[in-house]
Each structure stands twice: as structure tokens, then as C-alpha cells.
């Protein structure tokens, strides 16, 4: 029965030594592949501008979110309904 556990155990210890190689090789396959960099690149730039914006234009933004959910709010809460066409 110890030696089946024995080598069992080297057994383990193998499978994990193969493991630790593919997961390193794995590793420096994804560090080294570059194929989505220029998308990350572009997507963060993007986000970028929006947040600059965002900030140039954040008062007349939060007034308009303030416009819009007052008037969605008195519209659930029936104090306006829909106003008749002109």
C-alpha cells in the first residue's frame, strides 16, 4: 500500500511540474501576443474624451438630467399627463 501511494504521489508531482510548464508558457504567449493592443489603445482614448466632455459641458448635462427626471417623475406620480398636440 506505500509504495501505490508513493507512486501515486510521484505521479502528482509530475502532473503538477506539466501543469506549472503550460501555465507558464501560457503566460508568456499572452504577455507577448499584441494582436488587441491597438483596441485597448483606442477604446482608452475614447473613454478619455468622454470623461473630458463629461466635465466641459457638466452643468448644462446635470440640468438636463434634472429636466428630464423631473419631468418623469411628475409624469409616473400623475401630475402631468401628456400635453394635447398643438
Known amino acids: 500500500m ?44 475614447i473613454v478619455v474624451i468622454v470623461i473630458a466632455v463629461a466635465m466641459i459641458f457638466k452643468d448644462k448635462l446635470t440640468n438636463a438630467m434634472d429636466t428630464v427626471m423631473n419631468k418623469l417623475t411628475g409624469f409616473i406620480d400623475g401630475k402631468e399627463g401628456p400635453k394635447p398636440p398643438v
Do not use: P
Not at 506549472?20 to 494582436?35: F, G, P, S, T, W
Open 2 to 45: 506505500r509504495e501505490y501511494l508513493s507512486d501515486k504521489m510521484w505521479q502528482a508531482r509530475g502532473m503538477l511540474l506539466i501543469a506549472k510548464e503550460r501555465m507558464k508558457e501560457q503566460a508568456l504567449r499572452l504577455v507577448k501576443d499584441e494582436n488587441g493592443d491597438t483596441n485597448f489603445v483606442s477604446i482608452i482614448l
